[in-house]
Protein backbone atom coordinates (compact mmCIF):
# COMPACT_ATOMS: atom_id res chain seq x y z
CA UNK A 1 0.00 0.00 0.00
CA UNK A 2 1.29 3.33 -1.18
CA UNK A 3 1.90 5.88 1.75
CA UNK A 4 2.65 9.63 1.33
CA UNK A 5 3.38 11.61 4.59
CA UNK A 6 4.19 15.18 4.16
CA UNK A 7 5.33 17.61 7.21
CA UNK A 8 7.10 20.66 7.62
CA UNK A 9 4.56 23.49 7.17
CA UNK A 10 3.17 26.10 9.33
CA UNK A 11 2.66 29.51 9.92
CA UNK A 12 5.65 31.84 8.62
CA UNK A 13 5.36 35.37 7.93
CA UNK A 14 5.52 36.81 4.44
CA UNK A 15 8.86 37.32 3.00
CA UNK A 16 9.81 34.17 5.46
CA UNK A 17 10.87 31.00 4.44
CA UNK A 18 9.61 26.99 5.03
CA UNK A 19 11.06 23.61 4.02
CA UNK A 20 8.66 20.38 3.46
CA UNK A 21 9.47 17.19 3.38
CA UNK A 22 7.47 14.35 1.92
CA UNK A 23 8.32 10.56 2.76
CA UNK A 24 6.79 7.78 0.18
CA UNK A 25 6.32 4.23 0.72
CA UNK A 26 5.08 1.06 -1.15
CA UNK A 27 6.14 2.28 -4.59
CA UNK A 28 9.40 2.15 -6.68
CA UNK A 29 10.25 5.40 -5.53
CA UNK A 30 13.10 5.77 -7.91
CA UNK A 31 11.12 5.14 -11.15
CA UNK A 32 8.86 8.00 -10.66
CA UNK A 33 8.40 11.76 -11.68
CA UNK A 34 7.64 13.11 -7.97
CA UNK A 35 5.88 16.49 -6.98
CA UNK A 36 4.35 19.49 -5.26
CA UNK A 37 0.69 20.08 -5.13
CA UNK A 38 -1.12 22.78 -3.37
CA UNK A 39 -5.15 23.56 -2.92
CA UNK A 40 -6.68 26.66 -1.26
CA UNK A 41 -9.89 25.93 0.29
CA UNK A 42 -12.79 26.23 -2.80
CA UNK A 43 -10.01 25.70 -5.35
CA UNK A 44 -8.75 23.10 -7.66
CA UNK A 45 -5.64 21.64 -6.51
CA UNK A 46 -2.75 22.67 -8.39
CA UNK A 47 0.76 21.63 -9.44
CA UNK A 48 3.78 23.38 -7.84
CA UNK A 49 6.65 21.86 -8.58
CA UNK A 50 7.96 18.62 -10.06
CA UNK A 51 11.28 16.18 -10.70
CA UNK A 52 12.14 13.25 -12.30
CA UNK A 53 13.89 10.61 -11.33
CA UNK A 54 17.24 12.12 -12.60
CA UNK A 55 16.71 15.30 -11.25
CA UNK A 56 15.68 17.79 -13.44
CA UNK A 57 12.76 20.37 -12.08
CA UNK A 58 10.33 22.08 -13.45
CA UNK A 59 7.39 24.56 -11.66
CA UNK A 60 4.66 26.23 -11.99
CA UNK A 61 5.10 29.96 -12.82
CA UNK A 62 4.13 31.59 -9.51
CA UNK A 63 6.50 30.19 -7.53
CA UNK A 64 9.69 29.93 -9.93
CA UNK A 65 12.77 31.73 -8.49
CA UNK A 66 10.88 31.00 -4.67
CA UNK A 67 11.13 27.39 -4.62
CA UNK A 68 13.02 24.62 -5.09
CA UNK A 69 12.34 20.86 -5.08
CA UNK A 70 14.85 18.12 -4.06
CA UNK A 71 14.32 14.52 -4.12
CA UNK A 72 16.77 11.88 -1.87
CA UNK A 73 16.14 8.57 -3.64
CA UNK A 74 17.64 6.38 -1.43
CA UNK A 75 15.81 7.77 1.35
CA UNK A 76 12.41 7.63 -0.55
CA UNK A 77 11.49 11.37 0.22
CA UNK A 78 11.13 15.09 -1.57
CA UNK A 79 11.58 18.30 -0.19
CA UNK A 80 10.27 21.88 -1.07
CA UNK A 81 12.50 24.42 0.10
CA UNK A 82 9.92 27.19 0.03
CA UNK A 83 11.70 31.18 0.13
CA UNK A 84 10.24 34.40 -0.02
CA UNK A 85 6.95 33.47 0.77
CA UNK A 86 3.82 34.91 -0.15
CA UNK A 87 0.01 35.26 1.38
CA UNK A 88 -0.95 33.65 -2.16
CA UNK A 89 1.07 30.31 -1.11
CA UNK A 90 -1.30 29.66 1.89
CA UNK A 91 -3.07 26.11 0.94
CA UNK A 92 -2.38 22.71 2.09
CA UNK A 93 0.62 21.09 0.46
CA UNK A 94 0.67 17.22 -1.15
CA UNK A 95 3.25 15.57 -2.50
CA UNK A 96 2.21 12.83 -5.14
CA UNK A 97 3.60 11.26 -8.48
CA UNK A 98 3.18 13.04 -11.73
CA UNK A 99 0.15 12.72 -12.86
CA UNK A 100 -1.15 11.76 -9.87
CA UNK A 101 -1.65 8.43 -9.82
CA UNK A 102 -1.81 7.31 -5.70
CA UNK A 103 -4.26 8.40 -2.91
CA UNK A 104 -3.31 11.74 -1.73
CA UNK A 105 -1.99 11.61 1.93
CA UNK A 106 -2.91 14.21 4.84
CA UNK A 107 -1.00 17.22 3.98
CA UNK A 108 0.68 20.05 5.28
CA UNK A 109 -1.18 23.16 5.86
CA UNK A 110 1.57 26.14 5.30
CA UNK A 111 -0.18 29.75 6.16
CA UNK A 112 1.51 33.08 5.10
CA UNK A 113 0.79 36.57 7.36
CA UNK A 114 0.95 39.22 5.74
Known amino acids: QVQLVESGGGLVQAEGSLRLSCAAS????????MAWYRQVRGKEREFVAGITNGGTTHYADSVKGRFTISRDNAERTIRLQMANLKSDDTGVYYCNTRPAYYAWGQGTQVTVSS
Open 26 to 33: GLIFGTHL
